[in-house]
Structures are given as structure tokens and as C-alpha cells.
């Protein structure tokens, strides 16, 4: 083995493309996840974000560039280095056919350094009896059960892919507090993708934002929020043209006042705006979820109204 | 040894202050109160992470921050407690908070377009609490 | 592994034993009706057919399932390597078709064996284990079908092909099935890895997907052509389908009957005594000569190439041809006890081929049968439950069929027509001379019909050439007529060639298409086979606008071929192999190319980014 590790990256692509005949999945993307803590990935739906994780499982060949996961390449990775990656994905897909017990007695063979300990803390949450049939648990308990089973492999990197979707509130909540609280998770570096953006507010320690196959943010959740902020502005007449308000997000003209939702831009938007023949100028902070998601909108922002 | 003092606090996703801003806040809010007295034991940052569900490491930073302030003050092994009161900002800044959040006030008032006199009424309710403790 | 197996196992048992219950049921039924142990090939066709489609929903449905990405992630990302996890999940197929498809027809066999007076030899004994082959091979198919790329993952099914139509037989026809299910097996194991459907890695397994797959493209292109014929019997234009054939050709001598033909043979006759016969033969009977063979069966064959079983009335007796013992077994009509063993004459020899019952001959006693067997016709005595020889043609050559003509016996082999005398031939201790040898003038494979004409010092014999003159093996076809006179001597009377009803291009579709893929097909059709002694044709070299058109093809390939691989083929000995292969194979290779080496995905060259990430 001569591949050089990235020391303290669990994932490191760079250069990524990953193409679909003309359509593009990934984007020249260059990441780097530094190990430990929980990483929260957020994009809209087709922003790659599944595409990337299934090349670095070494799922899906990737048209050109570099992927690494936990410092190996993910088109070679082995037996022992797919028992370091724990994957949670949103269908938490199981053999329904087999009972927990089996299940659990399965993995428990496979995955040597198999924490029981861990299995029986988390599973300790969900209402699981080992004779059911996985298919006959509810979404939840199987969410549940996945994790457990997921943790108790151990892992150093634990990437769940949208783990909550379709969960009701109480399951939500449950499997949320599991991924927090575990003690099985010390240790362990977490990639968390995820729409819901009041989940990633509690959880991320580090907010990842992916665009159309691009990286788009790397940053702790809240300096990303401080990057947006939303500006009322009361223009007589039309306001500026969005083409040259710097760092536009979204538009707004709501009874006759515009809405502006900008990113990086300082109290020189306030010179802006008055330049621009404001009478009055008001800064609000934002939420991370209409942050997140005007930034995310912006490609396909609705033409302002004149 | 004080045991620890519940700190029933709420927090909410999707509001314009992040969690850990919240957090500070209602810390503050409430040794400001009385409610949380001098010497009380906070929740552990484990403890208060599953009360609220969200990260540790949120949690571990509102309580950094609030002991920065001079809000706690941290006792080797034991966990974090009330500081006891004392002057824990220069005049100066005081002075600068006070006139950035008066102008925050008023910029939020204006824009409600509030009556003055009603807002005032309002005002001096709400400041009743701190009055209340300093009695 | 073992996990992976017993999941897999708990996953499909209770499917698999409804299976085998209904599967023992339908042979228990049928095998009451029948001897299951007895059967030509086209019934074992249709048992091996189902069981192929068994293993290939079996496969459909169990990759089907995991192939799903989520599945896929979930059963391949652990720390078990993929080929332990194949392992588990195949040993699960294998066993659930061991379970739904073997042990009831082993349970049939040995209920056969020890529960009834048939006979079970080494050649049914083994019919277990061709079914597991076949349902192993379609169940390979299957998983290949949905693990391989869509675009060539059919390709799998050429092998269930190649089974169908390998000639091999007995145990080497097991050892057909069993190379065929290591390459799908194969097959399947290079496709079984995480990045599903993406094109084979190694040069070694780029060589086993492409063969297939080029075959497979060979075998689409000659259906192509076969649909074109349907094409042209619409049409109305098809010779074998006209409602008057062209004239001259050999669909017009082949629907003619014997008294047209043996006068169309005569047309050209110069001697001087045609317009005799010319006359004679319209008075006279014209006998076609009966073949009561039509294929030669091999011993210890799985299927029965020919009858080898019939009835006797008169002692309610049922005899079948036992291959282990060369000899008939007999056993009673009424109570289905054993009645004995029937070898040749008052010795019970066995039998030196394999022996089929040819009907009656006029003059034979109620209960007896003629049987053919290698060189000999026999006839058997019901009274005295014996089996005598009657008439022999020399060694080597094989009895076809016995035609009486008049107080005569007309004898045709392979090679010769003989005429014998019939009037000791029943009662006569030992065979009669033949009174007259007619040597065929041609290839067995070529003949599809001979007549006879008895004339009043002699014979006319027609023999006609079109059997395979539609296919590129037959010979060109002829009609040749022969007078045999009272002294036996054997004299050419006319030979005339019949048009070529079939355009030349059109016989030879298989050859030119891919000239090394027919020659491919033909030695995997013909491995561990026997000789067909009946098969011999004389083949026409391929005429040089066959060939010009072969290499024509081939050049294309060549070209068109080595451009793609240049786009797409990434290293240097990869691009030359296959631009080569394209050369050799022809179209097969560079369809095979274009469909497993895809389309290099496209590098992004447009480096814009909206917003700079920070």
C-alpha cells in the first residue's frame, strides 16, 4: 500500500466531475472534511449530493478527478476500509425478510469491531423487539434500528444520507437525539445530508452547501447566516436593477417596500440603497433556514415585480 | 455544594438568532431575572444538549461565551455556575450596547410604524422584570 | 458469506418449496402417463426450458432486488469482499434450484429406478444434474441479465443457446452445460462489483464478456435475417412459399411427385432405350424408398434420437431399448412385470447400435416388428420371442429403410441402394445376397429423395441432391437417374442440376456476417459431438463474391472499429485489440465494441463558479 493518507481528512475530492451523457452531477468539485465532528451537507434535490457520495463508496465512477475517503481511493476501497464507513441512507434499506435478531446477528459477525454495548444503547430508544421482522417495523424503528447497527460497526465515518426523510416528528426527534447523545458516536466523524434545515441548525457543527455539483459553502452554520442579511427598503418608484444589486439573493416588493436578501455585504449596502433613492433602510438578521434556502434559490429566483 | 439548578429554557429553529445566540440569551435573561441565582449549578453541556436536542458543541460555546462575559464562571471538575454579580462591562461599551439596542428598538419600532407613546407604555412593562429583581 | 447465504435462503425457502411440490406433482402425473426416462429430444427441450426460465426469474427477481442503488449500497458496503458476497448470494440460487428442480426429478428417478420395472440407466441417472446445469445456467443469465450493462447484459442467454443447440450427447453434453455455466458464471462474477454496469476492467474479462456478447450480436443479425425471410414470405416471392415454384429449381423437383420426378430425371436422358422407359415409368409404379431412420442414435445419448420402444400384442408384452445393456427389456403389458431380455437370435447378443422398432413388412406374422440396428434389419418373432436378422448391408454403412417392392426388397443405406430377393427372406436362416448394389451418387446429407422403377430388365433409380441446397453446406443441387440392369451393372442414364431457388448472398447470411463467428458457432455446436454419419454433405466452396463481400465487411469493421476504439478505449493495447478484433470479427466485434466500451464521458472544460466557495 503506497497511497499517500491525507492526514485529518475523512474526505477529500479533488478536481470531482461526474457527468450523466450531458447532464452534470458533480462540478470540478474540490472538498476537504476534516475528521471528527458532524458535517451537515445541504443542496437542493440533484445538487449531487447523493451522486457524491455513491463515487466515494465507490458506487459510481467518476467521470474525471479524485476521490477519497478516509484516505483511500474510493475506487479501491477494501473490506477493512468499508468496515471504518458506516452509510445510513434514507430508505434505510434492510433484507425485510429477516428478523432483527438476524439481522443484527449478521452484522455482528461481519463488523469486528462490533460494539454490543453500543447496539444496546441505541436500539434502547426505539421500541424494537428482536423477534419482529424488519419489515413489519415502522419507518422510525427502522431508522432506529439502522443506526444502531450502524454505530455499532464502529465506525471513524458515519455518512447518512437524508436518515430522517419521511419521519414523523416523535421519530425524528428520537433518532436525532440517538445521533447527539450516543456515546457511540464519539469519536466518530458524521456527515449528515439533510433538507431539513431546522435539524442541521441542531446538529451541524460545520454547514457544507452544495450547488449543481459545486461546493458552495464550507463554514459553521452560523457565520454562514451572518453572510445573509435581509435589507427593507422603502424606494418610491422602481427600485434598482437587480442586475446590479451586489450579492442579491432574492427580491421582494411587498406593498410597495422592497425586500432584499444579500449576501456578504456590510452596512456599504445601506450607502447602496440610499444611493439607489431610499428613503429609509432597515438590516434584519435571518433565519439559517431562509439563509440557506435563498441562497439556494437564487439560481431560480422569480423575475422581480416591477 | 449547590446542586444543579433545571434551567427551563426553549429554544427554536428557523428563528434569525442561532441557537447558541439563544441560548446566551436566556442564560443571561434569567440570572438578570433572579430566576438563576448566584452560586446556582448550570445543566452540564451534555445535559442541556439533550434537553434541547441540538449539538454539545453549541451548547459548550453559548457557555463560553457567557462565561467570557462573566455571566458563569467555571470551577475546575465541578461544572459551571452563577457568577456572582459585579460590573461585568466598561461604562463605555455599556454605554455603546445600550445605544446599539435602543437604535435596534427604534429602527424595528419605526418600521411597525407604532404609536410612540404606546411603544413606551410597552417598553416600560417589559424593563418592569429587571426592575422587579433590582428591588 | 454464510450470513449472506442464509439470509438469501430464508428469503426465497418457502418459494422454493412450493416449487418442488408442484414440481413433483407434474412429474409424477406425467411420468404415469409416460416414461419420462423415454423421451425424444424436443419433450427434454420443453422440460429444459422451463427449467431455464426458472433460473432465470430466479436471477431476475434475486439481482432485480439488490441491484436497486440503495440495496446495492446496503449489501455490498460492508466488510466482506464482493466476490464472499456473490458467493452467499449465488450458493443460495444454487441451492434453492437444487431444492425446486433437482430433488423432485431425483425423486422421480429413483422412484423409476426402484419403484417401477423401467429402466434407469447411466443416461436418465444423469438427468438430474442436466437440469441443475440448465437452471444453473439460466440463473446466471438472469442475474447477469440485470447485474451486467443494460445495453449487453442479454448476452448471457447465448450460452443457454449454445446448450440448446450442442450436439453433444450423453455425459458430454453435461460437460457442454457445465463449461457453459462457468463462463456465465464468470460472467456474472465480473459484473458482480460496486459500480454496477460499468464496462469490465481486465483484458481477461473484457475477453470473456466480448465473446458472448459478439455472438450474440452474430446471432441478432442472422434473426434480423430471418425476419427479412418473413419479410419475403409476405411478399409472396419466397420459393418455398410460391404457389408455382420457379421452374427448373429444386423446390419445383422437391414438391413434385416420384412418377414427375423419375420423368422430369429422364428428360435429359440420350440413350436410346429413354423413350421406353419414358413410357414404362408412366405405366409402371414409381416407389420412393421408405427411410425408417432418419437420425442415428448414439449410445447412452440423453434423449431419444429415434423410437426405441414398441408394443407386442399377441404376447402383451412392451419392449424398450436398454442402452447400458444393448439389448431390449421387456416387460408385461397387463401387470407390468419384467418379461425378459431380447438380444440377437437364440444367443441374446447384444445389439452393435442402438436398435429401433421399423414396423411391419408384408408377410410377417401378427406381433412380430422389423427393427433396424446399425447395418442390419431384424425381424422380431413374436411366437418365439426371438429377434433374427434379416437383411445386411455391409460394414460400416448404416440401414435406413426397407421398401417392398413387388417379390423384392428395396434396401437403401447411407451409401448404396440394394435390391434383395424376397421371397426366402423370412424364412431363410442367414441374410440374402443382395441382387443389386446402386452406389448413391452423392453425399447422404444431400439426398432428399430416391426412387425406383421396376422395368422389365432392370431398374431406374432417381436419386435427388436439394436436402441441405438451401444452406450453404448442401451441395448444389442435382437430380441424377441410374439403370441398374438384370446383370446388376450399373449405368448413368442422366444427371441434370436444378436451378438454385435461393439467391446466393441469402445462403450464405451465416457465413458472411462474421465468417469467425460462424466458424465459432459451428465448432460450439459440434464440441464432444459425434459424427453424424448421416450429415455428411458435399459442401461447394464459398464462391469468391461470398468472400469479397466478407472482407468488404471486415474492412469496415476494421475501420470503423478502429476509430471508435481510438475515442473510446483508454489504453493503447486495449484500442489494439479491439481495432484488430474488428478486423477478424467483423460487424459482431465492433457492435460488440460500440456496446461494452462506453462513450468516454465528457471533461468539464467550463470552470465558471457563480458564487466562489469559501
Known sequence: MNETRHAGYVIETRGLTKRYGKKIAIDHL????????????????????????????????????????????????????????????????????????????????????????????????????????????????????????????????????????????????????????????????????????EEVERVADNLIIMERGALRNVSPPDDFRSRVSHWIADIPFRGPDPRTIPGLLDAQRIDGIHHYLVLDQGEEFAEFLHACGARDVHRLPVSLDRAVNSFLSKQHAAPVAA | MARTQALPIQIATGDPRPIG?????????????????????????????????????????????????????????????????????????????????????VHEVAALDYPPDRAIARLDKALGVLAKKSA | MRDIFKAEWLRYRLWILAYAVGHLLVLAFFNRLVDLGQQPINVRRLFGAVYAITGILLGLHQMGTWRRPNQWINLLHRPVAPRR??????????????????????????????????????????????????????????????????????????????????????????????????????????????????????????VVTAVPVQMAVYMLLLLAGFVGELLWIMQGTHPNNMSTPPRGGHVEAERMSGRERMIAGLAGATSTDAALWREQVVLSDVHELDRQVRSIGTRGELNNTMPIEFDDPETRSHWTFSHGRMRFEGTGLADGRPAGELGIGGGNVAFDAVASPAGVLPGIAKGDATIIAGNTL????????????????????????????????????????????????????????????????????????????????????????????????????????????????????????????????????????????????????????????????????????????????????LCIGGWVAWRRASSLPARAAWTLGCGIVGIPALVGLLLIVPRREGIVDDTVHAVPAT
Open chain 3, 85 to 206: 458476497i456473490a458467493a452467499g448470494l449465488i450458493g443460495a440460487g444454487a441451492v434453492a434450484l437444487l431444492a425446486g428442480v433437482v430433488l423432485p426429478l431425483a425423486a422421480i428417478v429413483a422412484w423409476q429406478a426402484w419403484g417401477t420395472p423401467r429402466i434407469v440407466e447411466l443416461r436418465q441417472a444423469i438427468l438430474p444434474a442436466a437440469a441443475l446445469l440448465i437452471a444453473l445456467c439460466g440463473y446466471f443469465a438472469g442475474a447477469y441479465g440485470l447485474l451486467a450493462d443494460r445495453r449487453y447484459s442479454a448476452a448471457g442467454l447465448v450460452l443457454l443457446a449454445w446448450i440448446a443447440v450442442a450436439d453433444a450427447s450423453g455425459p458430454a453434453a453435461l460437460a457442454v452445460q457445465a463449461l457453459a455455466c462457468l463462463w456465465l458464471l464468470a460472467m456474472v462474477l465480473i459484473a458482480f462489483r460496486p459500480d454496477l454496469g460499468e464496462a469490465p476492467r481486465s483484458a481477461m474479462a473484457t
Open chain 3, 378 to 557: 431384424y425381424q422380431y418373432l413374436s411366437a418365439a420371442r426371438r429377434v433374427v436378422p434379416r437383411v445386411s448391408v455391409p460394414h460400416g454403412e448404416w440401414l435406413l429403410g426397407t421398401t417392398p417392392i413387388g417379390g423384392s426388397l428395396a434396401v437403401l443405406s447411407d451409401r448404396s441402394v440394394y435390391v434383395v430377393d424376397g421371397r426366402h427372406l423370412l424364412d431363410g436362416e442367414t441374410p440374402p445376397v443382395p441382387r443389386y448394389r446402386v452406389p448413391i451418387p452423392g453425399e447422404p446429407g444431400d439426398l432428399y429423395t430416391t426412387e425406383l422403377v421396376e422395368l422389365v430388365d432392370g431398374y431406374l433409380v432417381s436419386f435427388t441432391f436439394t436436402q441441405r441446397a438451401h444452406t450453404m453446406l448442401g451441395a448444389p443441387p442435382y437430380q441424377t437417374v441410374l439403370w441398374v440392369d438384370d446383370a446388376g451393372r450399373v449405368t448413368p442414364v442422366a444427371t441434370h442440376a436444378l436451378h438454385q431457388d435461393f439467391p446466393t448472398f441469402y445462403r450464405y447470411t451465416a457465413w458472411w456476417a462474421s465468417p469467425v463467428m460462424y466458424r465459432v458457432r459451428e465448432m460450439a455446436a459440434g464440441l464432444f459431438a459425434p459424427v453424424d454419419p448421416l450429415g455428411t454433405t458435399a459442401i461447394p466452396p464459398i464462391p469468391g463474391s461470398v468472400r469479397a463481400l466478407a472482407a468488404v465487411l471486415a474492412l469496415l469493421s
Open chain 1, 30 to 197: 474540490d472538498l476537504a472534511i476534516e475528521s471528527g465532528s458532524i458535517h451537515a451537507i445541504v443542496g437542493a434535490n440533484g445538487a449531487g449530493k447523493s451522486t457524491l457520495f455513491r463515487v466515494l463508496l465507490g458506487f459510481l465512477p467518476a467521470t474525471s478527478g479524485e476521490a477519497r475517503i478516509l484516505g483511500r481511493d474510493s475506487r479501491r476501497l477494501t473490506p477493512s476500509d468499508r468496515e471504518r464507513i458506516g452509510f445510513v441512507n434514507e430508505e434505510h434499506t434492510l433484507q425485510g425478510w429477516m428478523t432483527v435478531a438476524a439481522v443484527t446477528a449478521m452484522q455482528r459477525r461481519q463488523y469486528p469491531r462490533w460494539s454490543q454495548p453500543a447496539f444496546d444503547e441505541v436500539i434502547g430508544h426505539y421500541n424494537v423487539q428482536v423477534g419482529q421482522k424488519v419489515s413489519q417495523l415502522s419507518r422510525g424503528e427502522r431508522a432506529g434500528f439502522n443506526l444502531a447497527l450502524s454505530l455499532a460497526q464502529r465506525p471513524e465515518l458515519l455518512v447518512l444520507d437524508e436518515p430522517t426523510l419521511g419521519l414523523d416528528v416523535v421519530a425524528k426527534r428520537a433518532f436525532l437525539e440517538t445521533l447527539l447523545h450516543s456515546n457511540a458516536v464519539e469519536g466518530c466523524t458524521v456527515i449528515y445530508c439533510s433538507h431539513q434545515m
Open chain 2, 21 to 105: 445566540k439563544q441560548i446566551v440569551d436566556a442564560v443571561r435573561m434569567r440570572i438578570a431575572t433572579g430566576e438563576l441565582e448566584p452560586g446556582a449549578q448550570l445543566p452540564s453541556v451534555r445535559g442541556l444538549a439533550q434537553q434541547l436536542t441540538i449539538n454539545p458543541n453549541t451548547v459548550a460555546k453559548a457557555y463560553a461565551e457567557l462565561t467570557a462575559e462573566g455571566w458563569l464562571e467555571s470551577r475546575q471538575g465541578l461544572g459551571l455556575y452563577v457568577a456572582p454579580p459585579r460590573q461585568r462591562l466598561s461604562a463605555a461599551e455599556r454605554d455603546r450596547r445600550m445605544d446599539e439596542a435602543i437604535q435596534a428598538f
